[in-house]
């Protein structure tokens, strides 16, 4: 069936440091691919998303490409800040081959120190 | 304003006893879901419901009821089979198809 792992945390970066947390996968299918960020006590929020391979989905600075080829899907930052502190998943959805359920990857902590 | 409504946000319950956590959305989709999420850990699939009236069990859902005789409502009942009952529960929903979803706030259950 289908999987996601992420990489191990919990990340510790300073202020303005370079940001990649990895994340691979495996799908029969052609899924579409997530990450979602959880700040402490809330929900989850869509951080940003690619439907294709090699398409690339970017929003508040954070970035990911779609790579069918290692089939990964890593997330990166250029410059994180303190409020970036947060639980990072990946996930996908194959909606042809598991209709209705999306794959979550256990989560990354990420703590940003000043 | 839509979005989706979790109520109440904390909750606090003794062994034994049945309880129902609120799901509501405003955002007219169709497929809804209920997630269970431990300290450190990922999110588990109890239900989800892609329609009215039908829904499919999770991965984890003994334990566990829900119904579904709205569109805008999905409420989950912990019963009182379920071990270990005291989690962070989220509810989520999504259009129908290979889209992302969108996650409520949360009720955090404590069951002594």
């Known amino acids: 069936g289908d999987s996601v792992t992420q990489m191990e945390g919990p990340v510790t970066l300073s202020e303005e440091a370079f940001l990649t947390i990895n994340c691979t996968y495996t799908a029969t299918g052609y899924p579409s691919l997530f990450w979602y960020v959880q700040y402490p006590g809330e929900g989850l929020q869509l951080l940003l998303k690619?439907?294709?391979?090699?398409d690339k989905g970017s929003n508040k600075g954070f970035e990911a490409t779609y790579r069918k080829e290692t089939t990964s899907f890593h997330l990166e930052k250029g410059s994180v800040q303190v409020s970036d502190s947060a639980v990072y998943f990946c996930a996908l959805r194959d909606y042809n081959t598991n209709a209705g359920k999306s794959t979550f990857g256990d989560g990354t902590t990420l703590t940003v120190k000043p | 304003d839509g979005g989706i409504t979790q109520s109440p946000k904390y909750l606090f319950r003794k062994e034994g006893q049945n309880v129902t956590l609120s799901c509501e959305q405003n955002?007219?989709?169709?497929?809804m879901y209920w997630y269970r999420q431990d300290p450190g850990q990922g999110l588990r699939l109890i239900y989800y419901?892609?329609?009215?009236?039908?829904?499919q069990k999770g991965d984890i859902a003994e334990g566990y009821s829900v119904s579904r005789e709205k569109k805008e409502s999905f409420p989950l009942t912990v019963t009182s089979a379920q071990k270990n009952p005291t989690a962070f529960y989220l509810c989520?929903?999504?259009?129908?198809?290979?889209?992302?979803?969108?996650f409520g706030p949360g009720t955090r259950l404590t069951v002594t």
């Open positions: 419901s892609q329609i009215v009236n039908d829904f």
């Open positions: 955002l007219n989709h169709d497929a």
């Open positions: 989520a929903t999504s259009r129908s198809g290979a889209y992302e979803q969108y």
């Open positions: 690619a439907t294709k391979a090699d």
